[in-house]
């Protein structure tokens, strides 16, 4: 298969229902495939296996996180990175609240808090639509301000 060529496509759009011409080996072996982008609600029925992803709609199917954040708590506290996060806000020590960028569609979405080290476990307090409140404690139960949490969140948008 190393002679395979792909001809007759100008640019990525042309995939989404597009008879794109394969040539193997030169002569008399063309056959022609069809290519379907999914659309948002093949993504959220997540039962198609005939159509593929594009980064447009990926965020949409059930598997993928929704949202994500690694959170720095300590001094200045500040987002390290993130995927649909406007901002973090420090309530408290070992307390405070993901703002979501687009809200989940209710409150019952799953959420995961990591705490900063293997001392150290985030809790999830309160959820709604918009905001995730969580809290980092020792394992004594001492709030505390970490260098790194993360919250990922699952659901539905």
Do not use: C
Not at 124 to 136: E, F, K, P
């Amino acid at each position: 298969m190393a002679d395979t060529k792909i001809s007759g496509m100008t640019a990525a759009t042309d995939l989404s229902g597009a008879t794109i011409p394969i040539v193997q080996g030169g002569a008399n072996r063309v056959a022609a495939i069809s290519l379907f982008a999914a659309a948002a609600t093949d993504e959220e029925a997540a039962s198609s296996s005939i159509v593929f992803t594009t980064p447009g709609v990926q965020h949409r199917h059930p598997s993928a996180a929704k949202g994500w954040v690694a959170y720095n708590q300590t001094g200045t506290p500040a987002v390290l990175a993130s995927y649909n996060v406007t901002s973090v806000t420090d309530n408290a020590t070992g307390d405070f609240t993901v703002n979501w960028d687009t809200d989940f569609s209710s409150a019952n979405y799953a959420v995961v808090a990591v705490g900063g080290s293997s001392s150290f476990f985030g809790s999830v307090h309160a959820r709604a639509a918009g905001t995730t409140n969580v809290t980092v404690s020792s394992d004594a139960g001492t709030k505390t301000d970490q260098a790194f949490d993360a919250v990922i969140a699952f659901g539905d948008q």
